[in-house]
């Protein structure tokens, strides 16, 4: 089976990358994905399935029966959606759309799950169970495309026993894939907080309420929580970038605006930290004659790889990879909607290295000058495919 998977991912390279230029080229920002779900739809029925269109609006999702296609199911991701980046690579492929791009390599997931795809529907007749291939929109944009299918009933009808996802690693070479077991990526919630007082003139603290000051403990404070109610195996992230107080030397303002993001990886120090950051804000402002609105905008949750089905995919990986190209992920701080699955279903997310440092292929995902060695295309399709065949087979 791998020898065959093998063949058909060589045959069905050239039309990779082909789709992956054409993504690239006319990008479209979460929740708009109207052309590339059309093209994406497309290319399936092209394969002889019949994709459910419209999911989420611009989610595309579609089924590959196997042999047995009630026996069990595993799902397959790829977002599709762009950013509001102008494209600074000179590339005969570059962004069509000014001022959009796809910086985060979601052409690359797409195309990539086509190719899947391809190889899969050939191989029908020696699937055991069900495909389910999962296009979603807006990974970039809250709520998250994943959050609205699996409210429109994605993980239903049938529901994948494993969901697998794959997203570019620009800091692994192409040619390598990552895994990580248990916690990977952060909770990822906004914090807005207004601390009031009552401003005037610096010259007469003793008359006003001083929002800078109490903004400040405020700071601080909420810190110490990060430091001494967090259970020290629990990674947590509290980053405070914008403080905004607008007076001048002489004059006090009214109110403060603080902006920060709070990430974890773990679903109750999350909502606990939360508890307690804002009963903090809130008693110092109070405790000091001023008040504080502390706004929370919930996030992503974690995303949490389910270690059995992590270490089966993993092995998978290295029967069709070699141990050699196999590598361990570390903690990653950042968020991803694909954990929307992870807590409904055993999920995986991994890594496809796309680094090239010979060709200066090294810009991180979001940047202007991201780019992947499409090389990785030669792999990606053929691995997701030779992941499903090993989980369908789990049964
Ligand atoms: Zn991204
Ligand atoms: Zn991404």
Redesign the pocket.
Known sequence: MIKKIKALSKEIATEAVANRRHLHQNPELSFNEYQTARFVADRLKDLGLEPQEGVADTGVVALIRGRNPESRAVGLRADMDA?PIMEANDVPYKSQNPGVMH??G?DVHTSSLLGTARILTQLREELEGTVKLVFQPA??KAPGGASLMIKEGVLENPRPAGMLGQHVAPNVPVGKIGFREGMYMASTDELYLTVKGKGGHGAVPDQLIDPVLIASHIIVALQQIISRNRQPANPSVLSFGRFIADGVTNVIPNEVKIQGTWRCMDEEWRADGLRRMQKMAEGIAEAMGGSCDFEIVKGYPFLKNHPELTRRTKAAAVEYMGAENVVDLDLWMAG?DFAFYSQVVDSCFYRLGTRNEARGIVSG??TPTFDIDESALEIGPGLMAWLAVKELDQR
């Open positions: 950013l910086a985060c979601h990974e970039e991803e995902v979001h």
